[in-house]
């Protein structure tokens, strides 16, 4: 009713909310996220156009990290193509079909882990749809974003696709081998790069000569080094943590037997947010 | 075009509170989109008028508020132009964004209650 006079009428009413349009979907991300992390796997969001060469990368990672368990879900919105190529290559996989969804949420991912043996894996990756602009905007629940930009195509794709980059943890500029035969210009390539990303991070590799195979690698160590329970590769799904302070600087491995006494709902260091 | 699950997204939040607030209607709605959020808001914003027919916010205006990528030093607070390299080269120090330039936000509803 009217509170003004008591007429009767009804009441415009505004309501302040100030809250993401996408809450729904950063709830389920991280609970996602808590998942992950309490069983120690490295949960990477891998994002690229199509035909970059995310599934090319994720195939050649499994030839250079034997002993590392490794495991795939691949986005795609009508085969499991790579989902198949990527089983073939040693990583258990899944195909996750979008149909005309252009991007993965948190909830599809969420469902894809069901019937999926997910905790058993020390680096999950997560191939998102081949698309620059909506994979961005959805958490995942993953640790990191890695964008696959090949070299193929134009050294300018970071400043018409500034959102993707800005999301970007690492960028891996593939198919390196190729730019003998190409006009490209690394350097071009890494100037659009800082123009949209304030510290950009950036691998250059070839997944066909295994140039760069190393650093990537690197980089995936360094990951699993900051994992909540700093885990050396050996499985276990308990939760647990470190009691020694929030910050996950340190590189060395640690022991396992400090009290849980926190969620680990800090960022890393590298995070851009 | 995932304009349209951001839409089904915040259409469903709106007849979420207008339901906890018995409304019985909803005559206007704001957003704010930020130029990083990845929407484009003229996307956004024929994605809305296909998708609240039927709903409660059939008649309800959608405000939408641009906002501007903002990159500033974290040390000097130097501002950066479109297209700038995005480090401070006097500090030395990546640039920081703030935080409104990837908002997609529901910022407020406004609803007509008994």
Avoid at chain 1, 16 to 43: T, Y
Avoid at chain 1, 168 to 196: F, N, Q, Y
Avoid at chain 2, 48 to 73: D, M, N, Q, S
Wanted: net charge negative; aromatic share 4%; glycine share 8%.
């Amino acid at each position: 009713m009217c509170t003004t006079c008591g007429c009767g009428d009804s009441e415009l009413v505004p309501v302040e909310l100030h809250e993401k349009i996408l809450a729904g979907n950063d709830r389920a991300a991280a609970h996602n996220r808590e998942h992950f992390r309490e069983s120690g796997v490295l949960a990477l969001n891998i994002m690229g156009s199509p035909g970059s060469g995310k599934t090319a990368v994720l195939e050649a990672t499994a030839r250079v990290m034997k002993g590392v368990r490794l495991g795939a879900v691949s986005a795609d919105l009508a085969t499991d193509n790579d989902a198949r190529r990527l089983q073939k290559a040693g990583i258990p996989s899944k195909a996750i079909t979008t149909g005309q969804a252009c991007h993965l949420d948190a909830e599809l991912v969420h469902r894809s882990l069901h019937d999926f043996p997910w905790r058993d894996l020390d680096v999950f990756f997560i191939e998102n749809v081949g698309n620059l602009v909506c994979p961005a905007i959805y958490d995942l629940g993953q640790e990191a974003n890695v964008v696959v930009l090949s070299v193929t195509e134009g050294e300018d794709k970071p400043l018409k696709y500034p959102v993707m980059f800005q999301k970007a943890d690492l960028v891996l500029v593939t198919k390196c081998d190729l730019i003998p035969h190409l006009d490209v210009d690394m350097g071009e390539i890494e100037d659009a790069l800082s123009r949209v990303m304030p510290d950009p991070r950036i691998l250059k590799l070839s997944a066909r000569t295994g140039e760069g195979m190393d650093a990537w690698r690197a980089w995936l160590e360094t990951m699993r080094g900051r994992m909540p329970d700093g885990r050396t590769g050996t499985a276990h799904t308990h939760a647990h943590g470190h009691a020694y302070g929030h910050s996950h600087e340190h590189e060395h491995e640690h022991e396992h037997e400090h009290e849980h006494e926190h969620e680990h709902e800090h960022e890393h260091e590298h995070e851009p947010e | 075009m995932h304009e349209y699950s951001l839409v089904e997204a915040l259409l469903r939040r709106v007849e979420d509170e207008a339901r906890q607030r018995n409304a019985t209607a909803v005559h206007g709605l704001k957003v704010s989109l930020g130029e990083l959020a990845g929407v484009e808001p003229e996307l956004f914003r024929t994605a809305y008028e296909t998708f609240r027919t039927g709903t409660l916010c059939e008649k309800a205006a959608l405000e939408i508020v641009r906002c501007p990528a903002i990159y500033v030093c974290p040390s000097c607070g130097k501002s950066f132009a479109r297209g700038e390299v995005l480090r401070c080269e006097r500090c030395a120090r990546p640039a920081r964004m703030d935080e409104k330039s990837d908002a997609l936000l529901l910022e407020s509803i406004d609803m007509e209650v008994p």
